[in-house]
Structure formats: C-alpha cells, structure tokens
C-alpha cells in the first residue's frame, strides 16, 4: 500500500524559506520508474504543478517558480524535500506531494496522493 | 489563467450523464496522455483516468475518457449524488518541460 504524507511550518512569514518534507512508504524512489511531485492548490483555485524527482535523480520545477525552489530527495529515510525560498502571500496554499511512475516524463501521471498540508504566509 | 481550459462548472440530475471538456494545445493534450482527478471537498484529488481513457482498479466504469486532437472529455454516465466533486484534467507540457493542469470543473449534482 502506498502512502505519502507532507510536513511543515503551517505559518510562514513573507520573505521566509519554506521547507516541506514528504515522507512516503510503499515504494521506494532508489527504485527505476518511480517519481514524486509537489503540487499547490491556493485556497478555492485550482491545481498547480511545482517539481518532481526521479529514481535517477533527475528534477523537473515549474518554469515560472524555478529560480524558487529546490527538490532533493533522502532515499535510506524515503523523504523528498522541497524548499520554496522568498514566500510571499499568493504563496499560500496546501501543498501536495504526490507519486508518479514511469521512464517517460510525458506518460507519467499522478496515482497516489497525500493528504496535504495547508501552509500560510502571512506577518 | 490556466494552460488547459475547463469549464468552471457542470451539472446533471441522478441517472444522466455528463461530460465535462478539456481544452489544450499541440505541446500538451495533442501530443501526450492526459490523466482526469476527482476532488471531493476537503479531500486530495484521486486518480480517476490515466493515458487518455484507462482506469485505474476501483474506478468504477461509470468513468469514462477520451481525446481528440487537442481536447479531451471525461464522461460521468448514472450520475450520482457522491460523484459530486471538482474534476481536473492534467498533461505534461512539451514547452515547459512540466505537468499542466486545468481550471477545474466543480460538477453539482441536482
């Protein structure tokens, strides 16, 4: 059974670091085909890719946030980290990570979940 | 504004069916799979079809969907009060090099 659960400040101040940890069981990411994703979800808005890694260590970051964050990935704890630096307040949201599997970036797609954890930025 | 184009909303009573569209372009939808989630409120999304038309297992057959071109439909048939949910459709971007998703779907249940 694949499970995956996020952790994190609940608060974040403007111009503050935010670190978010991903820990997952199930499946391990030393394993080919296997990736995780961060995805956002402001309150009421819709879904919004941010990064994934790879078994092989490859990254993907959305383009427009990619001078922001930083994925990394702890394969012996089976934890992925994201760090979004500078956060602002259009920041705020729940943030997902979430697994996909497959060699092809294009063919993958997202089939487990966790439950998400709601981060606001705010002084 | 979102890279995919959904309508925000779609309704239908008990036993209809809906379908709900998925509008993109070349780099995404016309050249790669697309993969459909259901969010119920206050819950994660859920995988609900993957490489245009596939179900995962527990994915009742209710669920149905297809592409064409550069759009694609997720179809609801025997609508049911707890198939009440935002639906996303989602496909890798060529351009970007990243996932895209759509605006949502809130779909209501009459």
């Known amino acids: 059974q694949v499970t995956l659960r996020e952790s994190g400040p609940a608060l974040v101040k403007p111009t503050q670091t935010l670190t978010l940890t991903c820990t997952f069981s199930g499946f391990s990411l030393s394993t080919r085909e296997m990736c995780v994703n961060w995805i956002r979800q402001p309150p009421g808005k819709a879904l919004e890719w941010l990064a994934v890694i790879d078994w092989d260590d490859d990254k993907y970051y959305r383009t427009s946030l990619r001078t922001r964050l930083t994925i990394s990935k702890d394969t012996s704890k089976n934890q992925v980290v994201l760090t979004m630096t500078n956060m602002d307040p259009v920041d705020t949201a729940t943030y997902y990570c979430?697994?996909?599997?497959?060699?092809?970036?294009?063919?993958?797609?997202?089939?487990?979940w966790g439950q998400g954890t709601l981060v606001t930025v705010s002084s | 504004q979102s890279v995919l184009t959904q309508p925000p909303s779609a309704s239908g009573t008990p036993g209809q069916r809906v379908a709900i569209s998925c509008s993109g372009g070349?780099?995404?939808?016309?050249?790669?799979?697309v993969s459909w989630y259901q969010q119920l409120p206050g819950t994660a999304p859920k995988l609900l079809i993957y490489s245009d038309n596939q179900r995962p297992s527990g994915v009742p057959d209710r669920f149905s969907g297809s592409k064409s071109g550069t759009s694609a439909s997720l179809a609801i048939s025997g609508l049911q009060s707890e198939d009440e949910a935002d639906y996303y459709c989602a496909a890798w971007n060529d351009y970007l090099n990243g996932w895209v998703f759509g605006g949502g779907t809130k779909l209501t249940v009459l």
């Open positions: 979430a697994r996909s599997t497959g060699f092809v970036a294009a063919r993958r797609y997202f089939d487990s």
């Open positions: 070349s780099s995404n939808i016309g050249g790669n799979p």
